[in-house]
């Protein structure tokens, strides 16, 4: 069978086949990477979790799904620097007590539509082989979420 898995450690949420372990410890090597400031993988912090969550809703609260939706958005619409400012702005209303982008009046994701969108990107297809290079990093990121708007216009 060349090595091909049997399927047992798919990703219900994502799809992901796990030949390179969970997505959960996918998530955890980069937000190492991320968290030690290196770049080209720190500067999509928000990006990659914001990605992560929408494709893992089992793990998600519904209220952070919308802010999470619009991080997306707003990347694939006006990119990375755009997304700065976004959190930016919700550091700053955090400080302040507002959390505005919490409510309701934000627009709701998508319904979860991975396992049935086979151009879906995971985790998995970021990571390359396990260790996100940061070769063509930028690029992964935005195919991972433009994979997720694609899937909500069809
Ligand atoms: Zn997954």
Redesign the pocket.
């Known amino acids: 069978m060349g090595g091909v898995t049997d399927g047992s450690s798919v990703?219900?949420?994502?799809?992901?086949s796990g030949r390179f372990g969970?997505?959960d410890e996918l998530f955890g090597v980069l937000l190492a990477l991320d968290h030690e400031r290196r770049q080209p993988w720190a500067a999509f912090h928000s990006v990659n979790v914001a990605c992560y969550l929408l494709?893992?809703r089992s793990r998600t609260p519904e209220a952070a799904l919308s802010g999470q939706w619009e991080i997306v958005t707003t990347f694939v619409a006006d990119g990375l620097d755009a997304v700065h400012r976004l959190t930016a702005e919700r550091v700053r209303d955090n400080r302040r007590g507002v959390r505005s982008w919490l409510t309701a009046d934000r627009q709701p994701p998508p319904p979860t539509t991975?396992v049935t969108t086979p151009s879906l990107v995971?985790?998995?297809d970021v990571s390359v082989d396990g260790t996100f290079p940061a070769d063509g990093y930028h690029d992964r990121m935005r195919r991972w979420a433009e994979s997720m708007t694609r899937g909500q216009a069809s």
């Open positions: 990703c219900a949420d994502c799809g992901a969970s997505c494709q893992h991975t995971t985790i998995e």
